[in-house]
């Protein structure tokens, strides 16, 4: 049975700085690419970052590229995200996952229908 647990979230003031966990079971994550997700308050959920198998190739949405590290402990089968510079527009809830990394259109697609139950990240300004 795969599980995720994300962890990390918190509330912080724009400028401020998080970093996310995701620590998973049942699936050897160095099989896989691992992407993060976000969704906030009525909206669909995004693609946010994705990191290849051997955790060389990275791929970023736009609106956090520069300010935003993903990186992963395949010993510790755990998935990071550094988060930076943060602004109120990052508020939601975010998820990681197994995904195929894309060059085009999103820059992550979950492999399968496994999801976590988030953690929370709130930006005031």
């Known amino acids: 049975q795969v599980q995720l647990v994300e962890s990390g979230g918190g509330s912080v003031q724009a400028g401020g700085s998080l970093t996310l966990s995701c620590i998973v079971s049942g699936l050897p994550i160095d099989d896989y690419a691992m992407g993060w997700f976000r969704q906030a308050p009525g909206k669909e959920r995004e693609a946010v970052s994705c990191l290849g198998r051997s955790g060389r190739s990275t791929y970023y949405a736009d609106s956090v590229k520069g300010r935003f590290t993903t990186s992963r402990d395949n010993a510790k089968n755990t998935l990071f995200l550094q988060m930076n510079s943060l602004k109120p527009e990052a508020t939601a809830t975010y998820y990681c996952?197994?995904?195929?990394?894309?060059?085009?259109?999103?820059?992550?697609?979950?492999?399968?229908?496994?999801w976590g139950q988030g953690t929370q990240v709130t930006v005031s300004s």
């Open positions: 996952a197994p995904a195929s990394c894309g060059l085009s259109g999103p820059v992550a697609t979950s492999l399968f229908n496994y």
